[in-house]
């Protein structure tokens, strides 16, 4: 991309520049939310259309945006920016837990649910958040973890049946 | 594969008839669970070692194999051998399900766990199976739906995220 910006297009490496220029200037991190905002507080933290007593933790903004698509939670988010990871060196301070803390006891949230990726460090992040809110007297919450749609037994792994088999459900 | 046996392999063919021959004769559906077996009731059936008070219910053998390599249930078993589609012509019958009725209410099965596909088939054939065993007084539980193992949120379909959000569960 660069190769073909400096030969081929170089106003539009300097609308970029300028573009990206500008986004490093104007986009921090949202006081409430922890997601990109220009703003201190970001639009969905400030709607009062969304239900205040619900909070998604998820681990990236983009995560937060399929949530959005999937139009099946309509709470505030908290991101994380990431995941507990020893071994690339991330741990609780990098994925902000202690705002996360704070944000859950603000006195109108009820329930956190916990939306990380049903990977190791997912499911690890997931582990250690539900402690430190638990010891708040948070209720908390996590995805359900099973089939997937369209999942049929024989095409499915061993980890996802089992788990499936462990967290069924009286219908 | 029948040019193959026929100019390279014809003792090979004979064994093959044969060997289908005998288990045309021999396999018929276990009285138990209706999958199939060799004698009245199965070696699966008559073990001591299984739970008797859960009972599995799955679409189709493949599917009990799958069971039994994950590792994740100690009960018995009821076959359907197949799933409700009306589309395709398969009703209530012809996945016996009155067979899974009387198996259900021996008196000492506690739990009936349907762990049919998740697919419009397998769905359709679980709450059909839950009301008409709900209505006998048995207790039905449905294998987990959600994010299966190593789902990223940024990955996984909007349905499966919906399901995984709706079947949220305390922790």
Do not use: W
Request: proline share 4%.
């Amino acid at each position: 991309m660069a190769f073909h910006l400096l030969q081929r297009d170089r106003p539009g490496a300097e609308r970029l520049a300028m573009a990206m220029g500008a986004a490093l200037e104007r986009v921090h991190h949202c006081e409430r939310c922890n997601n990109f905002s220009e703003e201190p507080v970001c639009a969905l933290c400030r709607s009062p259309r969304r239900n205040a007593q619900l909070l998604c933790v998820v681990e990236s903004p983009g995560d937060l945006l399929m949530m959005e698509q999937a139009q099946c939670f309509d709470g505030h988010y908290f991101v994380l920016m990431g995941a507990l990871s020893p071994l690339d060196g991330v741990g609780p301070r990098d994925i902000h837990l202690e705002r996360l803390l704070a944000r859950a006891a603000d006195g109108v949230v009820r329930e956190v649910m916990l939306a990380t990726n049903f990977t190791v460090e997912g499911e690890a992040t997931a582990h250690y958040a539900a402690e430190l809110l638990r010891a708040k007297g948070v209720q908390v919450t996590r995805i359900a973890r099973g089939l997937p749609v369209g999942g049929e037994l024989e095409h499915v792994d061993s980890g996802t049946l089992a788990q499936a088999v462990m967290e069924r459900r009286g219908v």
